[in-house]
C-alpha cells in the first residue's frame, strides 16, 4: 500500500524514474479498487459519480507514474500516447512497462532501486 500512496503523494511529479514495483502495485490497487466500485455499481445506482470522481482523482497520477516507469527504461514520456494506437499500441506500451530499468543513472535520473525502501 506504500507504493501506491507514494504515487498519490508524487502525483505531478513527471520527471524521475519509476520502479515496476511502484507502477504494478499501482496499477494493481487500480484495478481492484475499480473492481469493487464496479460490483458496487451492479448493486446500487449511487457509486457510479464517486467511481467517475475516483477515476478523474487518479488521471494524473497514473499519468505521471506512467511517465517516470517509461524514464526508468529509458524511454520518452510521449511513448505514452502510442497506447492510443488501437490493440497494438497498448501491447507496445505494456511490454515497455515490463522491462527491467537500466542499471545505473540515465538521463531522467537516477536508478530507483539505489533509494531507500518503502516499508
Known sequence: MNWYIAVLKNYSDFSGRARRTEYWIF??????????????????????????LYALAVLIPSLAVGVRRLHDTGRSGWWLLISLVPFVGAIILIYFFVLEGEPGDNVYGPNPKNAAPLH
Open 27 to 52: 496499477f494493481l490497487v487500480n484495478v481492484i479498487i475499480s473492481v469493487v466500485f464496479g460490483v458496487l455499481i451492479v448493486m446500487t445506482d449511487g457509486f457510479l459519480y464517486v467511481f467517475l
